[in-house]
């Protein structure tokens, strides 16, 4: 059995992660709306620049990335869509992990966020030197980390893994008879662990989105609706995993909207995601999973404020002024991009022997 070094004496305290609250961006007119993105596509234009977008962030980014021609995805498409572009400024609407994953594969490009300050409670929760003592409490395993960390963090790792890939890359160090080291999300990783039988032990980090799901009113949301299906995304608590119909990363979720013959989906994600789940199925009822019950305290209501700092004003802003650039040192880069690529390569080797990937 895999040993559990989440409890509270076997780490050091972690910091504690502050929760923002959601910034309010004005609202905008139909013919504001419209004006504005017009500026910005000129903007994309003049600047050989691409956008790329999270699908947690807000539908009009989602929408306007897709128009010019820019990508909207997961974080491991996001990464290998900006090796793969070849504008020479990418603009990266998501937190800073993807903005600093993007510098990483792409050094000589100019990567630009809306908002710098946009990063992510595993991110926060996963500080370099702690994680790297821990590291070297544990030198006998092997070290993957979530996408959804630091530069410095990567490139203390040997492996990095989004939510799609996890599951075989585990898998496949699990054959060899390797000792994974885990960070930072605790329940992505048990999830993992539990259906590869891999010898684990877990950074005890959590996002404070997927916290906030409450198995009980979970259950009483599925009596009021026995035939929707339930997509829970496996960064989410085991109680709330273990409801799931599907259990899936943000495009695995988002297929299985648009494969299901369901009529309604109970969706255990950020609420982003319902954009462009309603392009691939319209017609099907989207419904939020619970954030409340018993012990919630709902600092995020399945929407993550760091995305949420990303607009289409801010957008406008970045691109018209070249603030907000990402800067990785170049000596990091090469360390972190071992591990990244690592993980691309590994996906390759999966796409060509057939088998099906998403993160």
Not at 46 to 60: F, K, P, R
Not at 137 to 157: G, I, L
Not at 281 to 303: F, H, M, N, R, W
Request: proline letters at 7%; charged letters at 25%; one cysteine or more.
């Amino acid at each position: 059995m895999a040993t559990d070094r989440t409890k509270p004496d076997t780490l050091p305290p972690l910091p504690e992660v502050i929760v923002p609250p959601h910034p309010e961006w004005p609202k905008l007119s139909e013919t504001e709306t419209a004006l504005l993105k017009e500026k910005i596509k000129k903007l994309l234009k003049e600047q050989d620049a691409v956008l790329v977008a999270h699908y947690y962030t807000d539908g009009s980014l989602q929408d306007l990335a897709e128009e010019t021609g820019g990508c909207v995805a997961d974080s491991l498409e996001m990464a290998r869509f900006g090796t793969q572009h070849p504008a020479r400024t990418l603009v990266v609407a998501g937190v800073r992990f993807m903005g600093e994953t993007a510098k990483i594969l792409n050094n000589e490009k100019r990567v630009l966020m809306p908002d710098l300050a946009a990063t992510c409670s595993l991110d926060e929760g996963c500080p370099y030197e702690l994680f790297s003592s821990f590291c070297d409490e544990h030198p006998d395993h092997t070290v993957v980390v979530y996408a959804n960390t630091s530069a410095r963090v990567k490139a203390r790792s040997d492996w990095v893994v989004t939510s799609g890939i996890a599951l075989p890359i585990i898998r496949h160090l699990a054959e060899k008879g390797e000792k994974i080291l885990w960070a930072p999300d605790r329940h992505l990783g048990r999830y993992v662990q539990k259906l590869t039988g891999a010898e684990m032990i877990f950074w005890p980090g959590s996002c404070v989105v997927h916290e906030e799901f409450r198995a009980v009113a979970l259950e009483r949301l599925r009596k009021l609706h026995p035939d929707a299906a339930i997509l829970v995304h496996p960064e989410s608590p085991e109680a709330v995993i273990a409801q799931a119909d599907v259990v899936g990363s943000t495009t695995a979720l988002i297929d299985a909207v648009a494969r299901l013959p369901n009529l309604e989906f109970i969706v255990a994600t950020d609420k982003g995601i319902f954009n462009k789940m309603r392009k691939v199925a319209p017609g099907k009822i989207l419904l939020e999973a619970p954030t409340v019950g018993e012990g919630a305290t709902c600092q995020s209501c399945a929407y993550c404020p760091w995305m949420g700092m990303n607009s289409l004003q801010n957008l406008a802003e970045v691109l018209a002024t070249g603030k907000n650039e990402v800067h990785v040192s170049p000596d990091l880069a090469v360390q972190a991009r071992i591990p990244i690529r690592r993980m691309l390569d590994f996906a390759e080797a999966m796409k060509k022997g057939g088998g099906f990937l998403s993160s």
